[in-house]
């Protein structure tokens, strides 16, 4: 007999019945409907309504997935969208306009345009970290650019799960939109099916379990990966500015759990201790002596997450480097922020991806160091750099590969819809956010129009030599 763990992961949604909603979207993306002005506008202008009037239930949910403090709810994941919906709304039609192109003398005369086409059906994996922003800010993307869409969100944040699908079922047009819930069995139904994008967010192996199954059927993908972002700090900064904005970045984005959070910071010897007191002392500012009954941090997904955090914890050479916080209370799932000093560059808390509170601290002999190692590793999704240095910004902005860049601040980039979102290398490929999403979604036809006169005969056969002289 199942048990009852066996029965809510028993598969509920099979290849077979995959294929038959793909089919039906199809049909539906063929009849053409969804590559009308009217009706991105009003899938697009649902999706606000769905994000201001279930307001409530959105934080709610986000609550019961991960503990996810109201203001971050509010801030980084409904405002976010909100902002995302009101700029597709505004700037569609412009979007959606052909762009005039430049002929040449060769096809003189002509004119020519690129026409942003809407590539089909698409397929949305989203992850459980920001739950209800990463699946609805690509699905803005996608309806936007015109295509049928399915969502599929993240199992591990299961609140949130059944609250898009319910509310997508009920506000959106069921013909071109829909939600699939589920896990590995369901996605990996989802992923037999030929889509015309796949976009997903989330780790790197199963981003390369997306890739191969979207090369069966030369599917173009969107990664929205990871990978170990990296904070360089020089000296001579306005230390506690800089500490708060480290700490808003790291704990204030879901106590560590996003993708672009700090993941470590590189400082040289002797401004680390610096560092490392005007850290604890905004840190107690903000979240008290007892940061594990703060309601201002999340608490750690899921007991999963919890044991690898621990682990990376509690790692012999790594033990002893605690220089702040390390506390924990399994039971709530909950570690406070925590800070460590000098561990290994070989310690499996430096070889992974941390996505928790963990902050530790590598130094340098000179700051520059810090670039060749970014360098040296994976490229990571976001690099920040604390300094007043000009010539070492401009040295940071020249040499250092990673998704974006931030200097004097972190994770800022992400809210600035004029600029692509997305990695580079092993964090990730194409990216997304404002028109960029819109591009994601599209295909940008190359048109030529050309009339009768002017017809050179020189490209007609037969090629004598006279016209080789031309
Ligand atoms: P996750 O466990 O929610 O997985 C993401 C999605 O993959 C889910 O929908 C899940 O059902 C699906 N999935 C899991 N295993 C699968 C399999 N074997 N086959 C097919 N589908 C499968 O999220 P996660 O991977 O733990 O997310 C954390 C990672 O995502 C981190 O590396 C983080 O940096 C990255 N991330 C990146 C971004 C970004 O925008 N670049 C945003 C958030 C998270």
């Not at 019961?64 to 597709?88: N, R, T, Y």
């Not at 956010?433 to 994601?440: I, L, M, P, Y």
Request: hydrophobic share 40%; proline share 5%.
């Amino acid at each position: 007999m199942a048990t009852a763990t066996e029965e809510v992961r028993r598969v509920v949604f099979d290849s077979r019945e995959a294929s038959a909603m793909v089919e039906e979207l199809r049909a539906s993306f063929g009849s053409g409907k969804t590559r009308s002005y009217e009706w991105r506008a009003s899938q697009l202008n649902k999706l606000e309504k769905v994000t201001e009037y279930h307001e409530a239930e959105i934080i709610e949910a986000l609550r019961s997935d991960l503990s996810k403090p109201e203001f971050e709810s509010f801030v980084q994941e409904i405002g976010m969208l909100k902002s995302s919906c009101k700029l597709a709304l505004r700037q569609l039609k412009s979007w959606m306009k052909p762009e005039k192109a430049k002929t040449s003398i060769t096809t003189f005369p002509s004119s020519a345009e690129i026409v942003s086409e809407p590539l089909g059906v698409v397929l949305i994996i989203s992850a459980w970290n920001y739950p209800f922003l990463l699946s609805l800010d690509p699905v803005v993307g996608a309806i936007a650019a015109g295509n049928a869409v399915v969502l599929k969100p993240s199992e591990l944040a299961p609140a949130t799960s059944k609250l898009l699908a319910r509310l997508l079922g009920e506000y959106m047009d069921s013909s071109s939109v829909r939600v699939i819930e589920g896990g590995v069995a369901e996605t990996t139904a989802l992923l037999e099916q030929k889509w015309d994008k796949i976009c997903y967010t989330g780790n790197g192996r199963v981003g390369r379990i997306v890739m191969a199954s979207a090369a069966k059927h030369l599917t173009p993908v969107l990664l929205e990966l990871g990978g170990k972002c990296p904070v360089v700090v020089d000296s001579g900064i306005n230390l506690q500015v800089a500490s708060r904005r480290i700490i808003v970045g790291k704990w204030g984005c879901n106590n560590g759990q996003a993708c672009i959070s700090p993941d470590h910071i590189l400082t040289t010897k002797d401004f680390a201790p610096i560092l490392v007191d005007a850290l604890k002392q905004e840190l107690d500012s903000f979240y008290g002596k007892n940061p594990l009954q703060s309601k201002d941090l999340s608490r750690i997904v899921n007991s999963n997450h919890y044991a690898r955090l621990t682990k990376l914890l509690d790692e012999d050479k790594v033990s002893g480097k605690i220089v702040h916080g390390g506390e924990r209370d399994i039971s709530n799932l909950r570690i406070a922020p925590t800070i460590l000093l000098d561990v290994p560059q070989d310690s499996l808390i430096m070889q992974e991806e941390i996505f928790g509170p963990l902050l530790p601290i590598v130094t340098v002999d000179k700051v520059e160091d810090s670039f060749d190692l970014i360098n040296s590793g994976s490229k990571p999704l976001a690099a920040y750099l604390f300094t007043n240095d000009k010539k070492l910004k401009d040295q940071f902005v020249r040499s250092v590969s990673a998704g974006g860049l931030v200097i004097n601040d972190t994770t800022i980039h992400l809210a600035v819809p004029s600029l692509p979102f997305g990695g580079v290398g092993e964090s990730g490929m194409g990216a997304y956010h404002g028109k960029f999403s819109f591009e994601a979604f599209s295909h940008k036809k190359a048109v030529v129009y050309r009339g009768f006169s002017g017809d050179a005969s020189v490209r007609y056969p037969p090629y004598t030599k006279g016209k080789l002289s031309l």
